[in-house]
């Protein structure tokens, strides 16, 4: 019997999922995106050579394996064709193994255009998106005036369609935002070149998703940012536009609610988070008066904490099992993997949030809304560090005593086992204790 394996961010996203999926994708035929867009950035580093993904499946360096975009996914073509061309330029054979449900939402320069004139208008309460146009293409989605990547097999029907959004648009970018309208002509003949190229990759990926499950073959589904992102769950506003959870992976691919057999959750062992947003347990540093906390500025710099996407330095803090805990039930977690233990080798001491602080009372439930963590002083535990490298350890029992009790104290805590952890950027500066698809 086949498997499917859903992996998915538990935290705010950057936990090192682009690694983990190009790992275990040894034992897949396939690996799906099921949401998100070019707004992800997945890092892979493959015998010391780095590789950036932001829209094509982490399993496209397995020559082996089958990559699907899923309909959840908001599809970029110029980011995607950016991204392709790169990996062929470097030898990866990507537009004869890359198939894009025709369901997929596309993302227009308009959108572009709406996401940086909105942020500005906000000031202040921006929420720090990309910039990538990702909200604005969802919000078409959902209010059923998007166009899809199935469109472009009939020009005339997309043109149509494009010159009633345009003008859509550019009503709320010249009176509400004060912003130059965008160019209907420049837009459409854009599109219409860039589809000569992606016409030929577009499959219907739920119906061959469902008859590899026929064939008893094991397919990967592959999240973008972090469960604390989703739309729904997540810390709103301060969230992405899609459903991060691994519930996603169901509405975003087309496959059923019993066919997920496993979660994986990744877990960065502190925490991190890009742009604005509640984080009970940071660090505060910022990298650019080198001022703030020094532990912040430890697990920033050694951590190489900027986003793959944007280039901004991420907040770090404290590991938070509030709300990871939180996380773990939502999307049904059935083992971790901890990334980046290697990040705190140096410290003399480490911190784990148990239980938050909230007018005068302690408890273990997050705040409903963004505003309600102003209030949460975080109440933590403390253990001693390991003051030694674990860098490519390839046994738990070679780890020292002081990080096998951090890794137990986790499993603990959250009662779900530690599968995977990974001691390094590396593919093989992994030690996997329970694969997945075993």
């Known amino acids: 019997m086949g498997k499917n394996v859903v992996i998915i961010g538990t935290q705010w996203g950057d936990e090192g999922k682009g690694k983990i999926v190009d790992l275990i994708t040894d034992k897949v035929s396939s690996v799906v995106r099921f949401q998100g867009g070019h707004n992800a950035g997945h890092t892979l580093v493959i015998d010391g050579k780095k590789t950036v993904l932001h829209l094509i499946p982490s399993g496209i360096l ?11 996914v908001v599809l970029s ?11 062929e330029d470097s030898g990866v054979k990507v537009k004869s193994r890359l198939k894009i449900s025709p369901g997929c939402p596309l993302i227009l320069p308009y959108h572009i255009e709406l996401d940086n004139a909105r942020e500005a ?25 998007g166009l899809r990547v199935g469109d472009l097999l009939d020009e005339v029907l997309f043109s149509e369609k494009l010159k009633e959004v345009v003008d859509y648009h550019n009503f709320s970018l010249e009176n509400y935002y004060e912003q130059s309208p965008v160019d209907f002509e420049t837009i459409l003949a854009q599109a219409l070149e860039q589809a000569k190229t992606i016409k030929p990759m577009i499959l219907d990926v739920a119906d061959q998703l469902h008859q590899q499950m026929k064939s008893s073959e094991n397919i990967l589904f592959e999240g973008a940012q972090g469960a604390l992102l989703d739309i729904d769950q997540g810390t709103y506003p301060f969230v992405t536009s899609s459903n991060t959870t691994s519930g996603g992976a169901v509405t975003g691919s087309g496959v059923g609610v019993r066919d997920i057999d496993y979660v994986l959750g990744i877990v960065k062992a502190y925490t991190t988070r890009v742009g604005g947003g509640p984080f009970p347990t940071e660090l505060d540093y910022d ?8 532990v912040g500025r430890e697990l920033c710099s050694k951590g190489h904490e900027f986003g793959a996407t944007t280039g901004r330095q991420r907040r770090c803090g404290w590991l938070d099992l509030v709300i990871l ?24 001491l480490i911190k784990i949030c148990i239980a938050y602080e909230i007018d005068g009372r302690q408890t273990t439930i997050p705040p409903f809304s963004a505003e309600g963590y102003s209030a949460a002083k975080p109440i933590y535990i403390e253990m001693p560090g390991w003051k030694t490298s674990t860098i490519g350890t390839h046994s738990f029992e070679d780890l020292p005593i002081e990080a096998k009790n951090y890794i137990k104290k986790i499993e603990e805590l959250s009662q779900i086992p530690v599968d995977i952890l990974s001691t390094g950027p ?13």
């Open 77 to 87: 073509m110029t980011a995607l064709l950016k991204e392709m061309n790169e990996l």
């Open 325 to 348: 805990n939180r996380s773990f039930r939502m999307n049904a977690v059935s083992g971790i993997c901890l990334t980046k233990l290697d990040v705190m080798d140096d410290l003399d």
């Open 121 to 145: 208008h906000r000031g202040k309460a921006a929420i720090g998106t990309t910039g990538n146009g990702i909200g604005p293409a969802y919000e078409d989605k959902v209010a059923r005036r």
């Open 287 to 294: 990298v650019n008066t080198d001022e703030g906390d020094p």
């Open 426 to 438: 590396d593919r093989d500066e992994t030690l996997i204790i329970n694969n997945p698809f075993d």
């Open 62 to 72: 397995r020559s082996k394996v089958n990559c699907y975009i899923g309909h959840g």
